[in-house]
């Protein structure tokens, strides 16, 4: 059975930090590539960040450069991988649900291909981030 769950959200003040947590098991998730997202109300979904494989190659959403730092661990036997994202210097504006994603197409990692939500196959429950100012 294929799950990614996410958690760490909470509620934190403006300058604060929270870390953020997916645990991905069901596939071997240690080939796929992995993002997060995020949605606030009334809003698409919006791209945060993701890393490669490997986590040799990451890309990050202009809104969150040099605040937000994404991280990966391939448990051994890959029976499981998680995805982290530290969140540092929250605002306001960061407030959204986080979603884990994971992308099975080996060949891809154009930026904006991965940016992209239709390029993921499996999503999380997602996690709620407030953010108060």
């Known amino acids: 059975q294929v799950q990614l769950v996410e958690s760490g959200g909470g509620l934190v003040q403006a300058g604060g930090s929270l870390r953020l947590s997916c645990a991905a098991s069901?596939?071997?998730?240690?080939?796929?590539?992995m993002g997060w997202f995020r949605q606030a109300p009334g809003q698409e979904r919006e791209f945060v960040s993701a890393?490669?494989?490997?986590?040799?190659?990451?890309?990050?959403?202009?809104s969150v450069k040099g605040r937000f730092t994404i991280s990966r661990d391939n448990a051994r036997d890959n029976a499981r991988t998680t995805v982290y994202l530290q969140m540092n210097s929250l605002k306001p504006e960061d407030t959204a649900v986080y979603y884990c994603?994971?992308?099975?197409?080996?060949?891809?990692?154009?930026?904006?291909?991965?940016?992209?939500?239709?390029?993921?196959?499996?999503w999380g429950q997602g996690t709620q981030v407030t953010v108060s100012s």
């Open positions: 994603a994971a992308d099975s197409d080996i060949s891809r990692w154009r930026y904006r291909e991965i940016v992209s939500t239709t390029s993921y196959d499996y």
């Open positions: 069901g596939r071997t998730f240690s080939n796929y590539a």
């Open positions: 890393i490669s494989r490997g986590g040799t190659s990451i890309y990050y959403g202009d």
